[in-house]
């Protein structure tokens, strides 16, 4: 993991906002299938991101059914739990069986760079989205 460069996830975090605002078959459709647009330009084993994903939309859907997610900390919370959920599936899938590597330095080093990046564009992606929603379909 020492060679791979940061590049924000802008798919998680579109992951997380549907799991806010669309909780229902359509947005987790969506989740999965974002995860499996990624697997399929990543290089990665089919249905690795796709499983990532679909698990960090439904951990955001069941936790948005359940507390109050409008306000902004909610939401970064959010979105540091799901670049952490969707880091350490990846780390369990790809590495099955060798569960010290998720305790790595490094490995925990990229994980907080991600989730940095991830945090810093979150309100610009959140906002864009939001402004285009329909007006009457706004929670």
């Keep these: 993991m020492q060679h791979l460069p940061l590049v924000p996830d ?57 507390l109050w997610l409008q306000n902004p900390a909610s939401v970064l919370c959010m979105v540091f739990l799901g670049v952490i959920l969707k880091t350490a599936t990846m780390l369990v899938l790809s590495d099955f069986g060798q569960m010290h590597l998720m305790l790595h330095a490094t490995a925990v080093r990229h994980i907080v760079w991600e989730a940095v990046l991830a945090i810093l564009l979150t309100p610009m992606v959140f906002t864009l989205l939001y402004r285009g929603e329909p007006f009457d379909y706004k929670v």
């Design 10 to 66: 802008l798919l998680l975090i579109l992951c997380v906002y549907l799991g806010i605002y669309h909780r229902s078959v359509g947005g987790a459709v969506a989740a999965f299938f974002f995860g499996y647009g990624l697997d399929a330009c990543s290089g990665a084993p089919v249905g690795m991101n796709a499983f990532a994903m679909s698990l960090v939309f439904a951990a955001v859907s069941v936790t948005a059914r359940q």
